[in-house]
């Protein structure tokens, strides 16, 4: 029953706004509870944060699971990003796992830009987010630097000679998912590991990770929600 919910919310197009909100929270509230139980009370508190300060469009686990890659990579060398921010709650649990390890933030914060006829849940400017305000959630964190524009077409020359031990991709759109891993593959470390959002629920992330990485030796790898991630070889 609540997996038949998981996948239907995430089929729920973003114009029908009390939909996807009622729906989502039930899911939340539930996953919540077993986090709480498996993880401990700090983990499931911080989640729970998140969820009411901002307005969080992953669900608990897809949280948590962005929350325990950053933490377990935090001990490489190389840097973390995230592409596709919004209002900040993925952020800030990668924020909350990283330590101190630099973390790049992209936004264009006008929302979706290329959203096209591969891409039919989502529509053009859908996710507008104030960067002043998402600077302030984040602000209590080390290392955290903004790229307000367009990846990579604006921003990518920022990080263009880094490395990257954790990549969390949450774009939602075929030509963004294509350009962001088309410019991630090749900076990865070996052993880092790139996460995206939406694999499973939107034909574009999932059209995209199937083109770029069908010619790589990594495989993909599917998890329990919407999410999928690989690990780079070395
Ligand atoms: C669904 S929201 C992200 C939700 C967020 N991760 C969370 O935890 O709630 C998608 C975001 O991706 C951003 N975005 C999409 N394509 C982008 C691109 N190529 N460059 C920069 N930002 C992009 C949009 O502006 C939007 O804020």
Do not use: W
Request: proline share 3%.
């Amino acid at each position: 029953m609540l997996q038949t919910l998981v996948r239907l919310e995430g089929k729920i197009p973003t114009r029908f706004r009390y939909t996807r909100h009622m729906s989502r929270a039930f899911i939340h509230s539930f996953q919540l509870r077993i986090l709480g139980f498996y993880k401990g009370a700090a983990i499931r508190d911080l989640v729970k944060r998140v969820h009411h300060e901002v307005d969080c469009q992953i669900l608990s686990n897809e949280g948590y699971m962005a929350y325990s890659l950053a933490r377990a990579q935090s001990t490489m060398d190389g840097v973390m990003a995230e592409v596709g921010t919004y209002q900040g709650a993925s952020a800030k649990l990668i924020c909350a796992a990283k330590g101190d390890t630099e973390f790049h933030v992209f936004d264009t914060f006008c929302g979706l830009l290329d959203a096209s006829e591969e891409d039919p849940l989502f529509r053009q400017h859908d996710y507008a987010a104030s960067e002043e305000s998402v600077r302030k959630y984040l602000a209590d964190y080390p290392n955290v630097i903004f790229h307000k524009g367009l990846f990579p077409a604006d921003t990518g020359s920022d990080v263009a000679d880094k490395k990257f031990s954790f990549v969390n991709l949450d774009v939602d759109t075929y030509a963004s998912t294509r350009d962001c891993l088309e410019f991630f593959y090749p900076r990865l470390l070996p052993g880092g590991i790139l996460l995206s959002h939406d694999y499973a629920q939107a034909e574009g992330v999932r059209k995209a990770f199937d083109e770029v990485l069908g010619t790589k030796p990594e495989s993909i790898i599917e998890l329990p929600e919407s999410q999928c991630m690989f690990v780079k070889q070395g």
